[in-house]
């Protein structure tokens, strides 16, 4: 069975001076995923070294489709 499982993810919110538009650009030393939107926000207030450079981000939430097995979804083997 496949579930959708939600992670997020931060990105930086910096000002592209090409197309004089704001953009949303990856952020270096940030962990790949985290389980919440509270745990990604939590970890962007307490790693100033990373966030210096982006003072104003995003949390976005990233769906991965997961293959998951649960016993009762089996038939009975008779």
Not at 22 to 28: A, E, G, Q, Y
Not at 49 to 68: A, Q, Y
């Amino acid at each position: 069975m496949y579930k959708l499982a939600t992670k997020y993810t931060l990105l930086g919110l910096r000002h592209d001076h090409d197309t004089n538009s704001m953009m949303l650009k990856p952020i270096t030393g940030v962990p790949q995923d985290f389980h919440s939107e509270t745990a990604a926000t939590d970890w962007a207030l307490s790693n100033h070294d990373e966030m210096r450079h982006h003072p104003d981000f995003v949390v976005m939430p990233v769906h991965h489709m997961v293959l998951t097995w649960d016993p009762e979804d089996e038939p009975p083997i008779r």
